[in-house]
Every structure is written in structure tokens, then in C-alpha cells.
């Protein structure tokens, strides 16, 4: 909970009944439980539930102002009546749905007097046209903006959204924190005139709003917006060294920022390096992956920042974000486990992925358009990214449909591997067998060597091993081949559903040229093969 909830201010005005230091004093009768909480106690839990109620209160449209704390607070009885109607603060949390009235949100900002207000507006995005009512509900607090500590919009059809912000023109000198989405893309107004010199947190989707002169931010969550240009950038993040939280959503190209945001290049600010030691989230994501790159060259942020970054479309640009941005580097180099997801659907959208378990670090690629394949892998994955000490990768692939020359495009770039984990359907798995037990010519100080593709890797776990016998015969093939050339495994697990007809013939070879040999039952298909598998474990 925020501390403007919970700070302790002064007491309401009220006949005291009791304070701390009488609270003990001897009665002829033992009052009630609650009729021994000093005044000011009362007070505070007060503001602690009413503060809590409205951070916590959810965005649907279908939860009466009956529920709200103060309103409650104030029906238990005569006495926490005067003292809920002698609290401004009670009344300064707004929460504001399909079902509150205009009469409800003027005696509010009645009762709140002249104290900081905190709105909240939340709908629904479902219902069947828009309602007119959120307009009047608007034009309730339009001369309210100089109290504004916090405004929240969610959960409303786009429509309703542009009629309640068109509102929200004067300048808001208080507000702290501001988040407004909306379900579908629209153009935002120019809202509290781009005046917000207390701004701390924004948190905007679904709704472009022209770039603000943010300074001293510690939360900037933007979310498809208008692109700015480099220099801009940079400069605004340079004026928010404490920033926590950084989540950059571009449209567009940053050469082009004048056109989309209505932004003069001349004068731009020059590119400089912006050092944010307090950054914990980091996300990007943009169209043109240049931009990306060129945001990252000018930014240091320590070794602890979660990094999520996002390359729409393709474009076959090499990268080599490590060289490009040290402190991403210094993140990637200290992994030493890695999920790499390769998704394709009917060859016309296609999604690489490549994270930690944590998701401490994690940059994908996506791209629409058949054909792309073989040259995508040239500049995603692996090939974008050094990680230099990595033992344990995990890959599971869908219908990523790769040849044997792609699958060692894959995997060459990291030869420290030694556990590597499968989960590969309707992928040419067979492809990948031949790729694990094949041999290039690599360079080594006594010239040319062969050595199979992972020569590290000692530990290899398939889960959803399922086909035909021949899949089968492929694995044992490749570990059969890299034993021969002296890269023997020491353990192979295989989750499946397949029975014991299928591995009476390969468990045999397996255990001739692995240490240990592993074949588990798959618990989502039909029972009655445990006890099979079982047996061709011993």
C-alpha cells in the first residue's frame, strides 16, 4: 500500500472521547473491545482500510458504492458517523463505476474539503454501446485537477475513455501517479495541459498521448506509443536517475519520430550515455530493431535489472547486443540456464524466444511472413547473444519445422552446453538427432579437429518422445555415433507415452553406450503403461 495511505495526519475535529493516555482509566463497567482504541488509533486503521480498500478494488463495473470503507465506516453507529464525516482524508478515494452517481461523487469531494483526491474510473470494455454517463461523471471533477494525487482509467470501451479524458485539460501540479488504457488503440487528448511537475509513475496501453517532459520518474510503463527521437529519449531518461521501472513500447521508426509524433527534429538533443543504477525492470520492444540496438548503446544499468527485449518483424539485421550494450552482456555472461522456444504457426507467424527460468532475461522475435526461416536464424537466438557460460539449455519447439544444417545454426554457438533438455513436436525431430551426432571441422591449436555439435553436453532429457519406431532408431543412432567419436552421454532421460514393444528394441542399445538410461511414463495418457516402463528401467 502507498504511503499516502497510510501517513498519520491530524486528528478530525470532533468531541474527543478519548485519547492514549486515558484509554486505561477505571470504569464501572467494561466497555466493549473497541471502545478502548484511542481516538487517534481509530483514525489511522480508518485511513489503513480506506486506502487499502480502493488500491485493491478491482476494475469491473459491477461493485456498488455500498462497498466502499468510509460509506460502511460511517453506518456502524452515531459516533463513527461524526468521526467519518470530520475525516476529509476518508473521502478522498474514488473509486468510480458504471453505478456510482453524480450526486455520490459531489458529496465526496464535498466531504474531502481541500485534501488530494485519488480517482479511480473502471467499466466495462464489453458492454453493447457506449454510455453517456461517463462524460457527466467527468465534467464532476474537471475543476478538481489541482487535487488530483492519482487517476486510473481501465476497463472502458474507447469511446467512453475519449469522452471522460477530453475533460482533463488543466494542469494537475499534485499528480503522481497516472495510468489509463483503453481495449483498442485510440488518440489520447492533450491532457492537464502536459503540466505534471509531481509526476512519478505512468503507466499508459491503448492510448497515445504526445511524448511529456518527464523528469525524476520512477515508473514509465508505455505501451504502444508514439516514438520519440533518440536524442529525446535519452535526454528524458537522463533527467530520471532513480528510475525502477522502464517498459518502452515503440511505434514507428525513431528517424521518423516527426512525423508520427508531431515532433521537430531540428534542435534534437545529441545521443548521451545515461547511467540508471536503481533500474530493476527493463523492456523494449519496437519494429525496427536498429532503434533497439541504438537505445541500448547508450544505456548502463546493473547487473540485477530483469531485461525483456522485443523484435517485431523481419529484417535480418545482424546484432550483437552483448558488444553493443556491456551491462547486457554482463547479465548474459553470468547465465548458466537458458529456455530457448521456438513456435511457428502455418509458416506465416513464427516466434523465437530465448530466456532465463526466472525470466530475468528474456528477448524474443517474431515475424509474419513465410519463407523467412533460414534467414531469421542468421540474427535471432543464439546469433544475437553470447552466452558464454551456459551448461543447461532447455529447447522446446512447435512446429518449427527446421532442416539438419538449421539445427546446427542453432546450437553451434554454444558449445559449453552440458545438459540439454528436448521437447520437440511436430518439428522434424529427426533433423535434430542427425544435427546432435554430427561432426563439423572446427579449428583448434593443433589445426583442424572434429568434434560433434555440444561437445560438452554429458546429459540428454526428451519429454514427449512420441512416434513412430523410426524416431526412436534416430535417437539411439545419434548417441550411438557420439559415443564412437568419444563424446559418450551419462545419462538420457525420456518422458512418453509410447509402450514396451517401442523400447524393447532401443533400451538395450542405449544402456551399451550410456551410463545411466531413464524412460518415465508421460501422466497425461492413458494409464496401464507404468508398469511396462517401469521394468525397462531396471
Known amino acids: 500500500m502507498r504511503n499516502s495511505a497510510s501517513t498519520f495526519h491530524s486528528m478530525p475535529t470532533i468531541e474527543p472521547r478519548r485519547s492514549s493516555s486515558d484509554a486505561s482509566a477505571p470504569s464501572d463497567q467494561d466497555p466493549p473491545p473497541i471502545a478502548i482504541v484511542p481516538d487517534e488509533i481509530l483514525h489511522h486503521i480508518f485511513l489503513l482500510v480506506a486506502g487499502e480498500a480502493w488500491d485493491n478494488r478491482g476494475t469491473t463495473a459491477t461493485l456498488s458504492w455500498d462497498d466502499i470503507p ?107 501517479r497516472l495510468s489509463l488504457h483503453a481495449p483498442v488503440q485510440l488518440h489520447g487528448p492533450s491532457m492537464f495541459s502536459r503540466d505534471l511537475p509531481s509526476l512519478r509513475d505512468i503507466e499508459l496501453s491503448g492510448i497515445l498521448l504526445r511524448w511529456i517532459p518527464y523528469r525524476d520518474m520512477d515508473t514509465m510503463v508505455l505501451k504502444d506509443q508514439f516514438t520519440p527521437s533518440l536524442g529525446r529519449l535519452l535526454l528524458t531518461l537522463k533527467d530520471c ?204 591449436t593443433d589445426g583442424p579437429v572434429q568434434l560433434p555439435i555440444c561437445p560438452e553436453m554429458t546429459d540428454l532429457k526428451l519429454t514427449h518422445l512420441d512416434g513412430p519406431l523410426t524416431i526412436l532408431r534416430g535417437l539411439v543412432d545419434s548417441v550411438e555415433k557420439r559415443a564412437l567419436h568419444g563424446y559418450p552421454l551419462l545419462s538420457i532421460e525420456i518422458i512418453s507415452q509410447a509402450g514396451k514393444p517401442l523400447f524393447e528394441e532401443i533400451c538395450p542399445r542405449l544402456r551399451r553406450c550410456v551410463g545411466v538410461v531413464n524412460v518415465k511414463h508421460d501422466d497425461h495418457y492413458p494409464t496401464g503403461y507404468e508398469p511396462l516402463l517401469a521394468h525397462l528401467d531396471g
Not at 470494455?125 to 492519482?150: M, T
Open 70 to 176: 468510509c460509506l460502511a465506516i460511517s453506518l456502524v453507529c452515531r459516533y463513527w458517523r461524526r468521526f467519518a464525516l470530520a475525516s476529509p482524508r476518508l473521502w478522498c478515494y474514488l473509486s468510480i463505476t458504471l453505478h456510482s452517481s453524480v450526486e455520490q461523487l459531489e458529496a465526496f469531494i464535498e466531504r474531502s474539503q481541500d485534501r488530494p483526491l485519488f480517482v479511480k474510473y473502471t467499466g466495462s470494455a464489453y458492454i453493447v454501446k457506449p454510455d453517456s454517463s461517463w462524460g457527466r461523471k467527468g465534467i464532476v471533477l474537471v475543476d478538481q485537477s489541482h487535487r488530483l494525487a492519482e487517476f486510473h482509467v481501465a476497463e472502458l470501451r474507447s469511446e467512453d475513455v475519449t469522452a471522460l479524458l477530453s475533460f482533463f485539460r488543466k494542469p494537475a501540479p499534485l499528480l503522481r
Open 241 to 444: 536517475p532513480k528510475l525502477r521501472v522502464l517498459k518502452l513500447g515503440l511505434l514507428g521508426a525513431m528517424d521518423s519520430a516527426a512525423v508520427l509524433g508531431g515532433m521537430s527534429s531540428s534542435g534534437d538533443p545529441q545521443p548521451e550515455a545515461v547511467h540508471l543504477p536503481f533500474l530493476q525492470e527493463f523492456s523494449l520492444s519496437s519494429l525496427v530493431a536498429h532503434d533497439i540496438v541504438a537505445v541500448l548503446r547508450y544505456l548502463t544499468f546493473p547487473k540485477t535489472t530483469a531485461v525483456d527485449l522485443k523484435f517485431f518483424g523481419h529484417q535480418n539485421i545482424p546484432l550483437t547486443l552483448a558488444r553493443d550494450c556491456p551491462s547486457l552482456g554482463a547479465i548474459a555472461t553470468a547465465q548458466e540456464s537458458i529456455i530457448l522456444e521456438l513456435i511457428g504457426a502455418l509458416e506465416w507467424s513464427a516466434h523465437i524466444v530465448l530466456r532465463t527460468p526466472d525470466n530475468k532475461l528474456q528477448m524474443e522475435w517474431e515475424w509474419y511472413e513465410a519463407g523467412g526461416l533460414p534467414d531469421i536464424l542468421d540474427t535471432a537466438g543464439f546469433s544475437a547473444i553470447s552466452l558464454p557460460a551456459l551448461k543447461h539449455l532447455s529447447i522446446v519447439a512447435n512446429s518449427f519445422r527446421l532442416r539438419e544444417a538449421q539445427w546446427l545454426q542453432i546450437l553451434a554457438p554454444v558449445p559449453t552446453v552440458r545438459t540439454l533438455a528436448l521437447d520437440v513436436r511436430n518439428s522434424m525431430v529427426l533433423e535434430l538427432f542427425s544435427a546432435l551426432s554430427c561432426t563439423p571441422e572446427a579449428e583448434s
